[in-house]
């Protein structure tokens, strides 16, 4: 009886088209993890670095400021730890002449990504025109990401709640209670903190700003509003693709296909978990062609197949 009444998943997919200087950062992080990873290929270390990618993956603007306030050294240290005094050239397929060094990091980082944030520009408009006057939760895994998001939806004159592992517990429950007032806030910004654990069935709409290496992680997240007491009949479950990425293949081939076993097998994060994890490292941390990701994606689509059949 429970299933015969359970809301509808409207899922959708708001596609987001870089900037060339966007791009032009992203594929430049993303050249520098690589060049990390095969200096150093100890998996702690190369977990280490990964987390730049997954910053870049998250917010761009939050990860130039980032490199600007030293946070990784001086982009000259940055660069130079990973690349030597060597010069890379065409590593763009769109700017085959252009040459990669320090110096040229350093004029990328004087482009104002958060004034042309490509990302933030879909997000306003999911929460003006495509889900107006509606309550909303927007998951992203990384603090900084939830600080800039909750700075620039406030001064678009939208109340946020901020729930993530660093409020105390008693203050997370005060800001959900906030978020839950019909008077309150209209957005609730929450880490994977938010997707375990907390009853959000009173809201029918849930973007995912970032998605996680997990998809099992999504459905999580999905979890917090698909729940007995939900009254709406739809829920819209909203996913930020950047176009002509990993984040982006990865989604198309791991994350959509496996939400039909989400769908019917339930929590299934100790089956996919590994070998999501597996997969990701090797598309991030090595120089791959498109023919070769495709056949490492297809790999891990059959392993994690293969034992679902045997749960």
């Known amino acids: ?48 670095v990964i987390g730049l990618q997954l910053r870049a993956a998250s917010c761009l603007p ?47 980082l004087a482009y104002d990504f958060e004034e042309h944030d490509s990302k933030y520009r879909e997000l306003k408009r999911m929460l003006t025109d495509i889900v107006p006057d509606e309550k909303v939760i927007i998951f992203a895994y990384y ?11 406030m001064n678009e004159g939208i109340n946020v709640a901020v729930i993530h592992g660093g409020i105390p517990n008693d203050a997370r429950w005060e800001e959900i209670e906030r978020f839950k007032d019909p008077r309150g806030p209209r957005v609730l910004l929450s880490s994977e903190v938010g997707s375990e654990g907390i009853d ?55 994350h959509s296909k496996l939400e039909r076993f989400a769908n019917s097998l339930g929590d299934l994060e100790a089956v996919i978990g590994n070998e999501v994890q597996r997969l990701t490292v090797e598309l991030l941390s ?21 034992r679902l059949l045997h749960v």
């Open 1 to 48: 009886q429970v299933k015969e009444h359970r809301p509808l998943r409207d899922p959708s997919v708001l596609l987001v088209e870089y900037s060339p200087e966007e791009m032009q950062l992203y594929r430049t992080i993303l050249q520098i993890v690589r060049e990390k990873c095969r200096q150093d290929s100890r998996p702690f270390h190369v977990f280490q």
């Open 200 to 254: 959000l069935q009173f809201c029918r709409v849930m973007a995912n700003y970032d998605l996680p290496w997990n998809p099992m992680r999504v459905e999580q997240r999905i979890g917090r509003i698909d729940r007995v007491g939900q009254q709406a009949k739809h829920l819209s479950i909203i996913n930020f693709k950047v176009r002509d990425t990993i984040e982006e293949r990865l989604y198309d081939r791991l």
């Open 62 to 108: 939050v990860l130039a400021q980032e490199i600007r306030d030293g946070r990784f050294g001086t982009p000259e240290d940055l660069f130079g730890e990973a690349m030597g005094e060597e010069i890379y050239d065409d590593i763009f397929d769109d700017n085959p002449g252009e040459e990669l060094t320090a110096a040229g990091l350093d004029k990328l």
């Open 286 to 306: 090595k120089e791959l062609t498109p023919e070769q990701e495709s056949r490492l994606m297809e790999q891990s689509e059959q392993v994690i197949e293969q």
């Open 143 to 153: 603090r900084p990401t939830l600080a800039y998001l909750r700075r620039r939806i």
